[in-house]
């Protein structure tokens, strides 16, 4: 079973628009990182945030992190049509030598 | 190029067949990961190797699944008596361990497996 659970499965939005996306998970974790995957292709590493950092920027990214309630967001503001992507989270695991486990996804349209 | 390169992006072969996929890591990264996504699903892990010894394999990694990396460098990944069931996009990633629990794993670009 995955660990992370994405909110939306799936988001379509207007360029310009913000997008946000959550992610849960279920044990305690080292970190939490996002990845963006192209339709048929590779994952791209976006942000890592720590699981005692709280919140995180690069660039149009923002990543929050609350362990408390064990759950992530990402936020891309200032949306692009080269944004349409799957964004995936995955958590590295304290007991789990580094492995990721990945949730299903948020599938996400910038329409322009 | 110096990223993660997976060779060959797409492979077709027939049930029952043996397939191999390669995995070159970045250079210097002492950690690679394989993992397998099948469509509309998130990756899933499969094995990972520390230098050249293999350190955990997932249940996913049934027997007909071997990987290796002999010298520590590239890996290879091969399915023996392919099945329909095996078709999905295979990953590998690496990343380099400094000695502390966080590491960003860099993924390629994927092997894409076809089963007929």
Redesign the interface.
């Known amino acids: 079973s995955q660990q992370g659970e994405e909110d939306p499965q799936a988001l379509s939005i207007q360029e310009g628009e913000n997008a946000t996306m959550n992610c849960s998970y279920k044990t305690s974790i080292n970190n939490l990182q996002w990845y963006r995957q192209n339709s048929g292709r590779g994952l791209v590493h976006l942000i890592l945030i720590r699981s005692n950092e709280r919140e995180k920027h690069s660039g149009r990214l923002r990543v929050t992190l609350d362990t408390s309630k064990k759950s992530s967001s990402l936020l891309i503001t200032a949306s692009r049509a080269a944004d349409t992507a799957s964004y995936f989270c995955a958590t590295d695991l304290k007991a789990a030598g580094n492995k990721l486990t990945f949730g299903g996804g948020t599938r996400v349209l910038v329409k322009p | 190029d110096t990223g ?1 390169s997976q060779d060959p992006r797409h492979k077709i072969t027939k049930r029952g067949q043996n397939v191999t996929f390669r995995c070159d890591p970045i250079s210097e990264h002492n ?1 690679l ?1 394989w ?1 397998r996504q099948t469509l ?6 499969l094995t ?1 190797f520390q230098n050249e010894a293999q ?2 394999k997932s249940r996913l990694l049934s027997d007909r699944f071997s990987a290796e990396r002999p010298k520590g460098s590239f890996s290879t990944l091969e399915i023996q008596r392919t099945e329909q069931g095996d078709s999905a ?1 295979y ?1 590998c ?1 690496s ?1 380099l ?1 400094r000695g502390g ?10 092997t ?1 497996l076809t089963v007929l």
């Open positions: 993660v950690r990961y993992y509309g699903q998130g990756p899933e892990f990972y350190l955990e996009m990953l990633a990343s361990l629990p966080t590491d960003t794993q860099y993924f390629g670009p994927g894409r």
